[in-house]
Nanobody
Framework: QVQLVESGGGLVQPGGSLRLSCVLSGSTLSRYTVAWFRQAPGKEREYIAATREFTNARYYTDSVKGRFTISRDNAKNTVDLQMNSLKSEDTAVYYC???????????????????WGQGTQVTVSS
């Protein structure tokens, strides 16, 4: 059974950085596309970034390009999200999700991901 556990959230000032981690257990990370989503209070969950199985190609939504970096370590079954130049609008619960055999056009569709973590809170505030 695939399980995902996020960590690394917390309180940070605007302009600061955080690094989130997502550990996958119960299977082999290299077989999965892993994405990060976030949900701010009162808003729908939104896609942020993804790293594809086998190719390790990386994809980002426009609002985080140049600020966030997704990376994976298949040996450690871990996917990280390095977040720099954080803004108040980045405040949300951040989730990682995993799926197999996703095409690029499906990466942002949360209903394509059968496996989800419990989320970690990120608060950007002075």
């Amino acid at each position: 059974q695939v399980q995902l556990v996020e960590s690394g959230g917390g309180l940070v000032q605007p302009g600061g950085s955080l690094r989130l981690s997502c550990v996958l257990s119960g299977s082999t990370l290299s077989r999965y596309t892993v994405a990060w989503f976030r949900q701010a209070p009162g808003k729908e969950r939104e896609y942020i970034a993804a790293t594809r199985e086998f190719t390790n190609a990386r994809y980002y939504t426009d609002s985080v390009k140049g600020r966030f970096t997704i990376s994976r370590d298949n040996a450690k079954n871990t996917v990280d999200l390095q977040m720099n130049s954080l803004k108040s609008e980045d405040t949300a619960v951040y989730y990682c999700a995993a799926a197999r055999s996703l095409i690029v056009s499906s990466l942002s569709q949360e209903d394509k991901y059968p496996h989800w973590g419990q989320g970690t809170q990120v608060t950007v505030s002075s």
